[in-house]
């Protein structure tokens, strides 16, 4: 017997559809949906299907195998409301920082203004070839320029994290799921930035246009004999890991916070 929550279309949709082929007698396959638990109120369920990114609640409680071919953040469209248009403006509320490491690659730094619950991405770096010993004055330069509460960072690079504090960048590990893998990290980021972006929650500033591009232009492979990748390609991903790692990581803080007890 097997059990999942479906997951794409990976080995799980595999055993799964044994269970509806002929040549596979000896195999059957049970699908069941949140709303058949008589435990969960139906309150939630709607709240979820309210709030949700549509393919998010159609996995999660629909128990449908949902395909993640092609373009990750489906709702974000640059000509849309998730683009913020016009003048610069000063912050509003917390300003904190998303950070993806590179050389080759781009080094990304995106700055958020945290405010009515929501994430404006402001202002930033795009920059090729910048050290660690580059990148360090950089941060800092933001870090005193808007108060920055503090720099959410790739956790698989502990010792430039370190590098960074030392300096006096206020730069941390970005949150990591539970029990966590890199993949697991990934998609994490994934459902909880596409959430934000359902819910008007995150916005950027179109005088950053790598910023919007990558935004833009994040995406799966394309299926392969049948095969789909549900890990999106190492291809403009510097933006998305800097503000997800951002979005993830204010997102972590607040629900910390939200949970204190004062007595």
Not at 201 to 208: A, E, F, Q, V, Y
């Amino acid at each position: 017997m097997f059990i999942s929550t479906p997951d794409g279309r990976g080995d799980f949709y595999q055993l799964y559809l044994r269970g509806t082929q002929p040549e596979h007698s000896d195999w059957s396959c049970f699908q069941c949906t949140t709303a058949d638990n008589p435990f969960i109120p139906r309150s939630e369920i709607e709240a979820a299907r309210r709030e949700l990114p549509e393919w998010v609640y159609r996995q999660e409680y629909l128990a449908e195998f949902v395909s993640f071919a092609g373009k990750v953040w489906k709702t974000f469209d640059p000509a849309g409301p998730c683009v913020l248009r016009g003048s610069l403006q000063a912050p509003r509320g917390e300003v904190w920082g998303g950070i993806d490491f590179g050389f080759r690659n781009p080094t990304v730094i995106a700055l958020g203004d945290y405010h009515d619950n929501s994430i404006d991405v402001f202002d930033g770096m795009y920059a090729r070839e910048l050290t660690h010993e580059e990148l360090i004055p950089c941060a800092l330069e933001y870090q005193d320029k808007y108060k920055v509460r503090g720099f959410f960072c790739d956790p698989s690079e502990p010792g430039t994290i370190a590098q960074m504090r030392r300096a006096g960048v206020r730069a941390n590990p970005a949150p990591r799921t539970t029990g966590d893998k890199d993949k697991s990290s990934v998609r994490h980021r994934i459902i909880t930035v596409e959430t934000w972006l359902v819910n008007n929650r995150l916005r950027i500033w179109s005088g950053l246009p790598d910023f919007v591009r990558e935004f833009d232009m994040y995406r799966y492979p394309d299926i392969k004999a049948g095969v789909e990748n549900e890990t999106p390609l190492k291809v403009d991903d510097h933006v998305p890991d800097a503000v997800g790692m951002m979005v993830v990581g204010v997102e972590h803080v607040h629900r910390t916070l939200s949970q204190v007890v004062v007595v």
